[in-house]
């Protein structure tokens, strides 16, 4: 079993509409959780860190679920330009940032 | 803002050469990482590094070596490319590190290699 797993989509949703991806963990034991977003051939860019209570960015809701080891990313109101791919990395240990393979989203128009 | 910066965007090497890649950064962080990036694999870890001088295996160092002589640089070097190195390399640096890390990576725009 991977120790991070993504759905890797393409999910492909309107402009407008509420789209959510999911990514588990393996490691009980991992700590902290981050969401990255990556545009075709850019680097990876941090989105947004992942509380235990929730977060929320504007638009991007995080959400951690430990007892089901996931972490989630919903979007409302997609928009053309939240078209990318979506990271999800997990601190299990020092040092140690396992990234998810990524949910590609494309929002059409 | 962090900078991380990677010093080729693109580069082609013939089979058997030995290349540099470098990398720096311009926010006084200790750790630095060099990862590749296949389609369907994502992205590996291949060296880190936590302070000068010092430096760790990631999980798949086999073929690479590093170097950070000073904070800001931490280069990565293949000592005979071959052809399964093809790869895009990311540098990434960052504040913390661990359990409880909130500040996340910095990557720098990445470096696509093509070994011929």
């Known amino acids: 079993r991977k120790e991070v797993e993504q759905d890797p989509g393409p999910f492909n949703v309107p402009e407008g509409a509420t789209v959510a991806f999911n990514c588990t963990y393996s490691?009980?034991?991992?700590?902290?959780f981050f969401w990255y977003r990556q545009d075709c051939r850019k680097e990876p860019k941090l989105l947004m860190s992942v509380y235990s209570s929730g977060n929320e960015d504007g638009r991007f809701t995080a959400q951690l679920n430990r007892a089901s080891q996931y972490i989630s990313l919903l979007i409302r109101d997609s928009k053309l330009s939240d078209s990318a791919t979506y990271l999800c990395v997990v601190i299990s240990g020092t040092y140690k940032y396992i990234f998810g393979t990524g949910t590609r989203l494309k929002v059409l128009a | 803002d962090v900078k991380v910066t990677q010093s080729s965007r693109y580069l082609v090497k013939r089979t058997g050469e030995k290349v540099f890649l470098e990398c720096v950064q311009d926010m006084d962080h200790e750790n630095m990482f060099w990862y590749r990036q296949d389609p369907g694999l994502g992205l590996r870890l291949i060296y880190f590094s936590y302070d000068v001088k010092m430096k760790e295996k990631g999980d798949i160092p086999e073929g690479y070596s590093v170097s950070r002589e000073k904070k800001e640089r931490f280069s990565l070097i293949l000592e005979s490319a071959s052809t399964n190195q093809t790869s895009m390399y990311l540098c990434a640096s960052s504040l913390s590190t661990g359990p409880g890390d909130n500040y996340g990576y910095t990557f720098g725009s990445g470096t696509r290699l093509t070994v011929v």
């Open positions: 490691n009980s034991a991992s700590q902290s």
